[in-house]
């Protein structure tokens, strides 16, 4: 009988600090079921902080659900996640809004309101959650869209911009309330490998100016090895291996070897 997390690492450690520094986010245990499915499967990982963390796994593996822990809009069935040392499962309704204002997320598709203008986009936390004046708010929106190079673009409505455009003014507004952590649910999909490219340097380069714990979900090797400094790879709803990415890159664990070599020989067969 094939055991099927025969290749999923049973000693993920959990205790000992990353040499980047501090542990800022970590799963513990984490079950959840959707749909009378179990989607994620004793999930146990840990964020450094202050560095990028790409999560790696197939299509349909849980990462999207594991996003949704982090900040609160899914709890787990059983298990903890704990978000900067609060148990995210246990804050009341104002400390979960107020821990969403520390999390910035660039959804897959960049999420604008169609409505709106760029720059009422990339203002509109800004609007909800603080009282900073219009003139505040511009500065501030307008500093925000030209580290994306999105400043000439700020009067036009969603779709007017490309794919990439669109990616980059989630950015700014994900990055609008200086989050600590940074979520990106495949910010990659969609784009041309060039624009991928340009995508991940500028993740890196706002990563450099403001810090954080930037966590980027991708299936792109490229992106991955570009920008991980810290790697997960998630199966079946649970950590196959997770280390820094010098580490991951020469694993010798047959699962994750595949996945980041993108071979068609190995444990991941198209069922
Ligand atoms: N709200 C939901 N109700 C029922 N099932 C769900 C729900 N959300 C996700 N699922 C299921 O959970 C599994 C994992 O979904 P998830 O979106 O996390 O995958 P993923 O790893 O992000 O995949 P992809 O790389 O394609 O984005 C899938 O089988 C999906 O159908
Ligand atoms: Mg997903």
Known sequence: MSDEYQYHSTDLDLTGDPAEGNWSIRCTDVHKRLGGVSVLNGLTVAIPDDTITAVLGPSGTGKSVLIK???????????????????????????LLALRQRIGV?????????????????????????????AEIARVVTERLTDVGLVDAMDDSPSQLSGGMRKRAGFARALVMEPDVVIFDEPDSGLDPVRTALLCELIQEMHSLHGGTYIVVTHNIASARQIGEYLAVLWKGRIVEAGNAERMFSSENAFVRQFLSGSAEGPLTMD
Do not use: C, W, Y
């Open 69 to 95: 822990h982090l900040i609160g809009l899914m709890f787990p069935d059983s298990g903890d996640v704990v978000v900067h040392g609060e148990s995210v499962p246990k804050l009341t309704m104002p400390k």
């Open 106 to 134: 660039l959804f897959q598709d960049g999420a604008l309101f169609g409505s709106m203008s760029v720059f009422d986009n990339v203002a509109f936390p800004l609007r909800q959650h603080t009282d900073q004046g219009e």
